[in-house]
């Protein structure tokens, strides 16, 4: 598993490139977009939520001033960053107590800041 900050820094390499405003739209229209047919079919845990959107926007306007040039395709892009928000939240779940550790395990995953700081970020 890829530690956080490695992640954290490809993020914001890609949120640096000229192109990222495109690859942030394409993303919105493939994971928050659909039509009301395909509500009941759609896997919502392979899709980006709108907290995670949301910290993407954030990263490209504190990098956009950059302006890095990149002749790949968004499209690619789009994948790769995708793929970066779920191994990133893969580095949340690493630190969440183990239930056989804990005789109270409820109460411990309640208080556990990493844990917490999951649900803040993932939570609707």
């Not at 690859?23 to 079919?41: F, I, P």
Request: with cysteine; hydrophobic share 35%; proline share 3%.
């Amino acid at each position: 598993m890829r530690d956080e900050n490695e992640i954290l820094a490809e993020l914001n390499e890609f949120s640096s490139h000229s192109d990222f405003l495109i690859v942030l739209l394409y993303l919105v229209g493939e994971n928050l977009n659909c039509s009301t047919d395909q509500l009941a079919t759609r896997n919502f845990r392979a899709l980006l939520n709108e907290n995670e959107i949301t910290f993407l926007f954030g990263l490209w306007l504190k990098n956009r001033h950059r302006q890095l040039t990149d002749k790949t395709d968004f499209k690619l892009k789009a994948k790769r960053v995708h793929k970066l928000m779920d191994n990133y939240h893969l580095t949340f779940l690493k630190h969440f107590p183990k239930p056989e550790e804990f005789e109270n395990y409820h109460l411990e995953f309640r208080t556990n800041p990493a844990s917490v700081r999951e649900t803040v970020f993932y939570g609707p």
